[in-house]
C-alpha cells in the first residue's frame, strides 16, 4: 500500500506530471492492485466530489472577477483608495495594498488580483519615485491577500474537503485579511519615511468625492457579496450568482466598458479556469477515498494521541509543512491533498476547524509568491516585465510579514473566530 500512496505519487510530482493526474494514477494503482473493489468506484467517487451544490459558487466567483478585471474597475478603486490614503506618507503603496484588499473582495482570485492592479499601480509607484525591486515586490505580495478576503475560492474547496461551513470560513477570514493589510500598510509606511519617498498631499474633499462617486459602482459588489450571505439574503453560492449578475449590468450598462464580444470571452476564460479545478477536485477525492477507506486519518490521528502531541507543536509543524508544499502547488491542490489527512488529526487534538482552515489558507497564500516558484511571482514578471532577481529581492521583506501575520494569525485563534462570533452568534 505504501508503495501506491507515497511512492507513486512522489516520483509522477518529481517527473513534474500534472497534480490531477499524480492523484489519479495513485488511487488507480491502490485499486487496481492493492484493494478488491471494482474500478468503478474511481468513476462514482470522481462524479461524487464535484456533485456539491456548494462548488458552483467557484466559476460564477471567477466569472464576476474575470469581468471586473477586464474594465476600469481597478482604476476607479486606485482614485478612491488614493484619495483617502494621500495625506499618509506612502500613500501609492498603501494604496496598493488596499486596492488589493477590495479587489480581494470582488474575485478572489489572486493571480488576476497582481495583474490587474500591477499595470495600474507599478508605472505610478516608479514614477513616484519608489524602487523597482521595492514597487514589484509589493504588487506581488499583495495578490496573497484575495484568497484569505472573502469571497475566498480556496476557502470554498477547504469548506467542501473537510465538510466545514462557507459562511463560517468567510466569516472568520475577514479579520486575518485585513489584518495581513495593516501589516503591509504599516511596512509601507515605515519604508517610505525611512527612504524619504512617496511624500504626502493635503487632503482634498473634492477629489474624494468625485473618486468615491466613480468608484461607487465597484465598491458595491463587496457589500452585496458579503452583505447578502449575513444578512440572512442568500447563500454563499447564491451571493456568487448575484456577483455575476451585478458585474455584467455595471461593466456593460454602467461603465459601458464591455462588449458583448467581451463578456463571451469571459466566460469562455472562466470555463476553461473552472475545468482545470474540478478536474483537480474529482482527482482528488477519489484519492482521499482511498486514504479514508483505508484508515489512513484515523491511524494518524491516533498516533497523535499515542504521544500527547501539543497543539501548538502540531500548529508549528502544519505551518513548516503548507510553507514547504506552497512553493510547489497550487493552493487548491495542496487543500485537496493535505485536508483529507490533517482534518481528522486536528479534530483529535482538539483544534477548530475554520480556524486551521484559516491558517492553512494563509500559509498557502504565501505560497503564491514565496520564491522559486509562486505563481504570483510569474504573473508580476510577465506584466510588469522585470527580472526575477529584481522580483526576489523585493518579495523577502513582504514575505516576514506575511510570517508574523502567521505567527499571530496561528496562536490566536480569536483572531479568525471573533468574525464568526461576531457575524453568526457561534
Same mark, same amino acid.
Given at each position: 500500500?505504501?508503495?501506491?500512496?507515497?511512492?507513486?505519487?512522489?516520483?509522477?510530482?518529481?517527473?513534474?506530471?500534472?497534480?490531477?493526474?499524480?492523484?489519479?494514477?495513485?488511487?488507480?494503482?491502490?485499486?487496481?492492485?492493492?484493494?478488491?473493489?471494482?474500478?468503478?468506484?474511481?468513476?462514482?467517487?470522481?462524479?461524487?466530489?464535484?456533485?456539491?451544490?456548494?462548488?458552483?459558487?467557484?466559476?460564477?466567483?471567477?466569472?464576476?472577477?474575470?469581468?471586473?478585471?477586464?474594465?476600469?474597475?481597478?482604476?476607479?478603486?486606485?482614485?478612491?483608495?488614493?484619495?483617502?490614503?494621500?495625506?499618509?506618507?506612502?500613500?501609492?503603496?498603501?494604496?496598493?495594498?488596499?486596492?488589493?484588499?477590495?479587489?480581494?473582495?470582488?474575485?478572489?482570485?489572486?493571480?488576476?488580483?497582481?495583474?490587474?492592479?500591477?499595470?495600474?499601480?507599478?508605472?505610478?509607484? $516608479?514614477?513616484?519615485?519608489?524602487?523597482?525591486?521595492?514597487?514589484?515586490?509589493?504588487?506581488?505580495?499583495?495578490?496573497?491577500?484575495?484568497?484569505?478576503?472573502?469571497?475566498?475560492?480556496?476557502?470554498?474547496?477547504?469548506?467542501?474537503?473537510?465538510?466545514?461551513?462557507?459562511? $463560517?470560513?468567510?466569516?472568520?477570514?475577514?479579520?486575518?485579511?485585513?489584518?495581513?493589510?495593516?501589516?503591509?500598510?504599516?511596512?509601507?509606511?515605515?519604508?517610505?519615511? $525611512?527612504?524619504?519617498?512617496?511624500?504626502?498631499?493635503?487632503?482634498?474633499?473634492?477629489?474624494?468625492?468625485?473618486?468615491? $462617486?466613480?468608484?461607487?459602482?465597484?465598491?458595491?459588489?463587496?457589500?452585496?457579496?458579503?452583505?447578502?450571505?449575513?444578512?440572512?439574503?442568500?447563500?454563499?453560492?447564491?451571493?456568487?450568482?448575484?456577483?455575476?449578475?451585478?458585474?455584467?449590468?455595471?461593466?456593460?450598462?454602467?461603465?459601458?466598458?464591455?462588449?458583448?464580444?467581451?463578456?463571451?470571452?469571459?466566460?469562455?476564460?472562466?470555463?476553461?479556469?473552472?475545468?482545470?479545478?474540478?478536474?483537480?477536485?474529482?482527482?482528488?477525492?477519489?484519492?482521499?477515498?482511498?486514504?479514508?477507506?483505508?484508515?489512513?486519518?484515523?491511524?494518524?490521528?491516533?498516533?497523535?494521541?499515542?504521544?500527547?502531541?501539543?497543539?501548538?507543536?502540531?500548529?508549528?509543524?502544519?505551518?513548516?509543512?503548507?510553507?514547504?508544499?506552497?512553493?510547489?502547488?497550487?493552493?487548491?491542490?495542496?487543500?485537496?491533498?493535505?485536508?483529507?489527512?490533517?482534518?481528522?488529526?486536528?479534530?483529535?487534538?482538539?483544534?477548530?476547524?475554520?480556524?486551521?482552515?484559516?491558517?492553512?489558507?494563509?500559509?498557502?497564500?504565501?505560497?503564491?509568491?514565496?520564491?522559486?516558484?509562486?505563481?504570483?511571482?510569474?504573473?508580476?514578471?510577465?506584466?510588469?516585465?522585470?527580472?526575477?532577481?529584481?522580483?526576489?529581492?523585493?518579495?523577502?521583506?513582504?514575505?516576514?510579514?506575511?510570517?508574523?501575520?502567521?505567527?499571530?494569525?496561528?496562536?490566536?485563534?480569536?483572531?479568525?473566530?471573533?468574525?464568526?462570533?461576531?457575524?453568526?452568534?457561534?
Amino acid at each position: 500500500m505504501t508503495w501506491a500512496l507515497v511512492v507513486v505519487p512522489l516520483v509522477l510530482l518529481l517527473l513534474g506530471f500534472p497534480i490531477f493526474l499524480v492523484l489519479l494514477t495513485a488511487a488507480t494503482a491502490m485499486v487496481v492492485f492493492v484493494m478488491n473493489v471494482p474500478p468503478v468506484v474511481l468513476h462514482q467517487n470522481m462524479f461524487g466530489t464535484i456533485n456539491q451544490f456548494a462548488l458552483l459558487a467557484v466559476p460564477f466567483f471567477i466569472y464576476a472577477g474575470e469581468l471586473m478585471g477586464r474594465g476600469s474597475v481597478a482604476q476607479r478603486l486606485v482614485d478612491f483608495v488614493q484619495s483617502v490614503t494621500s495625506p499618509v506618507r506612502g500613500s501609492l503603496g498603501i494604496t496598493t495594498v488596499g486596492t488589493a484588499t477590495i479587489f480581494g473582495a470582488i474575485s478572489g482570485v489572486s493571480a488576476a488580483a497582481v495583474a490587474t492592479i500591477g499595470k495600474v499601480m507599478y508605472p505610478a509607484m $516608479r514614477k513616484a519615485g519608489y524602487p523597482d525591486h521595492f514597487a514589484a515586490g509589493l504588487i506581488t505580495a499583495v495578490g496573497a491577500i484575495d484568497i484569505i478576503i472573502p469571497p475566498s475560492i480556496p476557502m470554498i474547496v477547504y469548506g467542501a474537503a473537510a465538510e466545514e461551513s462557507v459562511p $463560517r470560513l468567510y466569516a472568520a477570514g475577514i479579520i486575518p485579511g485585513l489584518l495581513i493589510a495593516g501589516l503591509l500598510a504599516a511596512y509601507v509606511i515605515w519604508y517610505a519615511r $525611512r527612504h524619504d519617498i512617496g511624500r504626502s498631499e493635503p487632503f482634498n474633499w473634492s477629489r474624494c468625492v468625485n473618486a468615491t $462617486r466613480r468608484g461607487l459602482w465597484a465598491l458595491g459588489a463587496p457589500f452585496i457579496i458579503l452583505g447578502g450571505i449575513y444578512g440572512g439574503v442568500f447563500s454563499p453560492t447564491e451571493a456568487a450568482a448575484v456577483a455575476c449578475i451585478y458585474a455584467g449590468l455595471v461593466t456593460r450598462f454602467v461603465f459601458h466598458e464591455l462588449s458583448v464580444k467581451d463578456i463571451v470571452e469571459a466566460a469562455s476564460s472562466t470555463a476553461v479556469f473552472t475545468a482545470q479545478i474540478l478536474i483537480i477536485l474529482a482527482c482528488a477525492g477519489v484519492f482521499s477515498w482511498i486514504l479514508t477507506v483505508n484508515q489512513v486519518p484515523a491511524q494518524m490521528a491516533q498516533w497523535l494521541q499515542q504521544y500527547s502531541v501539543a497543539p501548538w507543536m502540531f500548529l508549528l509543524a502544519i505551518n513548516v509543512l503548507l510553507l514547504a508544499v506552497g512553493c510547489f502547488l497550487d493552493p487548491l491542490s495542496a487543500i485537496l491533498l493535505l485536508t483529507p489527512l490533517l482534518v481528522p488529526m486536528v479534530k483529535a487534538i482538539g483544534i477548530d476547524t475554520v480556524h486551521f482552515g484559516i491558517v492553512v489558507t494563509v500559509n498557502l497564500a504565501i505560497g503564491l509568491f514565496h520564491p522559486p516558484f509562486g505563481i504570483n511571482i510569474f504573473v508580476a514578471q510577465s506584466v510588469l516585465g522585470i527580472p526575477l532577481k529584481t522580483l526576489y529581492r523585493g518579495i523577502i521583506p513582504f514575505l516576514f510579514v506575511y510570517l508574523l501575520a502567521l505567527g499571530i494569525i496561528t496562536y490566536i485563534p480569536e483572531v479568525s473566530l471573533f468574525g464568526v462570533k461576531l457575524l453568526m452568534g457561534k
